[in-house]
């Protein structure tokens, strides 16, 4: 039974590398015109966590999210607008913006936002400041239809996610660098706590416990 508990903790705790991971699931970025010429995933792949442990980004497809609020920190910002873009949140009910980080927010900026209840959200830039420029993570409000944020899960962490966005409008293929760094911000949504998820856990436990006793008798 020891064994047991011991090789559960040792999965759930355990990291491999020292680096970020990155999985793009196939997604093709283009070369950057920025300095530092890196897309994304290139810069993802450098970055280390609080901890100095690795973690792995798998590149998803979600675009909206569910919670009560979420924390927000921008980890880069390397593009000629990056003294003017905003960052914000949508209710995907009524697509109502609420500004996040101004212009003059730049990377290691942070904030805790509260929704005022559990609805359903996307977030939005504000290329250079304009709103007419918006762009959202629900491809289908952007123009042609283009994905103008790269979105990662961070397959360690619960409801973990950055957003690395394009702020050119990609224009059906004809526009943008599409190197999805030019403003990096990660994301945790805060969901309604479940009590009862950890004594689910317990439970699961105690069943594998006991499955293991029975064989023993058996046996
Ligand atoms: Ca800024
Ligand atoms: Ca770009």
């Given at each position: ?9 040792g999965?759930?705790f355990?990291?491999?590398a020292?680096a970020y991971v990155v999985n793009?699931?196939g997604?093709e970025?283009?070369?950057s015109?920025?300095?530092?010429n890196?897309n994304?995933d290139?810069i993802?792949?450098?970055l280390e966590?609080e ?6 980004l798998?590149m998803i ?10 924390s927000t920190i921008?980890l880069?910002e390397?593009?000629g607008y ?16 609420h500004q996040i980080?101004?212009?003059a927010?730049s ?6 936002i509260?929704?005022?209840?559990m609805?359903?959200i996307?977030?939005?830039?504000d290329p250079?400041?304009v709103k007419?420029?918006?762009?959202f993570t ?8 283009d994905i103008?944020?790269a979105?990662f ?5 619960e409801?973990?996610y950055i ?8 224009n059906?293929?004809n526009g943008?660098d599409r190197d999805y ?8 949504i805060?969901q309604v ?5 950890m004594?689910l856990l ?13 064989m023993k008798t058996?046996?």
């Amino acid at each position: 039974m020891n064994k047991l508990v011991i090789t559960l903790l040792g999965l759930l705790f355990s990291f491999t590398a020292n680096a970020y991971v990155v999985n793009t699931n196939g997604f093709e970025f283009g070369s950057s015109w920025d300095n530092p010429n890196h897309n994304v995933d290139t810069i993802l792949s450098g970055l280390e966590d609080e901890t100095g442990s690795g973690l792995t980004l798998n590149m998803i497809s979600a675009q909206t999210w569910s919670g009560i609020g979420a924390s927000t920190i921008i980890l880069e910002e390397l593009a000629g607008y990056r003294h003017n873009t905003t960052f914000g949140w949508y209710d995907t009910a009524t697509n109502s913006p609420h500004q996040i980080f101004s212009g003059a927010d730049s990377k290691g900026a942070s904030a805790v936002i509260d929704f005022g209840s559990m609805l359903d959200i996307g977030f939005y830039i504000d290329p250079n400041g304009v709103k007419n420029n918006r762009m959202f993570t629900e491809n289908e409000l952007n123009t042609h239809d283009d994905i103008q944020v790269a979105i990662f899960e961070i397959a360690e962490l619960e409801n973990s996610y950055i957003l690395g966005w394009e702020d050119l409008d990609l224009n059906g293929g004809n526009g943008g660098d599409r190197d999805y760094q030019d403003m990096i911000v990660r994301v945790q949504i805060e969901q309604v706590p479940e009590p009862g998820s950890m004594s689910l856990l317990g439970l699961g436990l105690l069943g594998l416990v006991m499955t293991r006793k029975r064989m023993k008798t058996d046996a």
